[in-house]
């Protein structure tokens, strides 16, 4: 399955405060925040949402196209990713701009507030999947990006017969009404949380069934109650697997995506691509950065078996990973 991955592709810089942000906001003074958090440590991981996405739908033997727009720092990423045998042919750099940026910071309530710089990332609406010969992919993964490279995306994957899955995920507080109603109908997934999905009602003025019968399926992710999926006038409900110790959640949502892509890609049933997708989100939520997770067939496999039970459908991830060896 030839699937494309087009989105933000970032350094992430993550922080953390050792304390509640909750404790620092005053009720009555909210319409006039002026507040500084005093961090206690800070790491600079490579990120983005595409990048992050590809990283572990490689991991379960998919092979990843990440398009986007980057800036003249991205030298050492791309190396990077290279290394990890994902291409970059189609990561198209912006000599006068830099690499766009996310900053975050997470107290010990897993809460975040965050910042993230556009830069080159500004200049992926100037880009198609025609241009760049992609307009043969299996699916495209629209995922947050400049907000009107979103926009065009959709349009030309719905005009060239393109399944693709829409995640406008941090863009949904950036896309208006019109944007998502322009942008939503015709997808074959919707991906989104519970707190984007309730954006999305209220922006669209659509409800739970007018948005379900725009798309082809529509998965909310819901944290610590797992996700569901909606599909075919049904619900598909997923329970979270079992973490380990937390050590940070920026980009947990994103190894579901590609925990979930590597499913379809194996034609795997819905209700086993959103078990997958949990399992990945648990490695992430152990690791600090977005894309420093490690597993082998086997020991995902087993891991999946002792939250899950047997699953036979992972020997299709097995054996497309024996045949990319």
Not at 2 to 24: E, K, N
Request: hydrophobic share 40%.
């Amino acid at each position: 399955m030839r699937v494309v991955i087009a989105g933000s592709i970032a350094y992430d810089y993550l922080m953390r405060f050792p304390g509640r942000f909750t404790d620092h906001l005053l009720p009555d003074k909210l319409q006039s925040i002026s507040l500084s958090f005093l961090v206690d440590s800070m790491v600079r991981q490579r990120g983005g949402v595409a990048p992050n996405i590809a990283y572990t739908l490689n991991l379960l033997g998919g092979e990843p196209i990440i398009f986007g727009t980057v800036g003249q720092d991205f030298g050492d990423y791309r190396k990077w990713l290279e290394s990890h045998g994902m291409s970059t042919k189609h990561i198209i750099e912006i000599v006068d701009d830099f690499t766009a940026s996310f900053f975050v910071s997470t107290d010990i309530a897993h809460n975040q507030i965050a910042n993230f710089y556009t830069g080159a990332m500004a200049h992926s609406r100037h880009h198609s999947l025609a241009d760049r010969g992609l307009s043969d992919a299996d699916m495209v993964v629209i995922s947050p990006s400049d907000p009107q490279s979103m926009l065009n995306l959709a349009t030309e994957a719905r005009a060239s017969n393109i399944p693709f899955l829409y995640d406008p995920s941090q863009q949904t507080a950036r896309l208006d009404g019109d944007d998502l109603r322009s942008s939503i109908p015709g997808a074959a997934y919707l991906m989104v949380n519970e707190y984007e999905l309730a954006m999305v009602e209220d922006k669209t003025g659509w409800s739970l069934d007018e948005i379900t019968d725009n798309v082809g399926h529509l998965v909310v992710t819901q944290g610590e109650k797992g996700s569901v999926i909606h599909t075919g006038g049904s619900q598909i409900r997923i329970p979270t697997a079992q973490p380990g110790d937390i050590v940070e959640p920026t980009g947990a949502g994103d190894a579901f995506r590609g925990g979930f892509l590597a499913a379809l890609s194996a034609d795997l049933p819905h209700e086993v691509a959103g078990r997958i997708g949990a399992l990945c989100s648990v490695y992430v939520l152990e690791q600090m950065g977005t894309a420093n997770h490690h597993f082998s067939i086997d020991e995902f496999s087993e891991r999946y078996e002792k939250n899950f039970g047997q699953e036979t459908g992972l020997d299709r991830l097995r054996a497309r990973l024996a045949s990319r060896a």
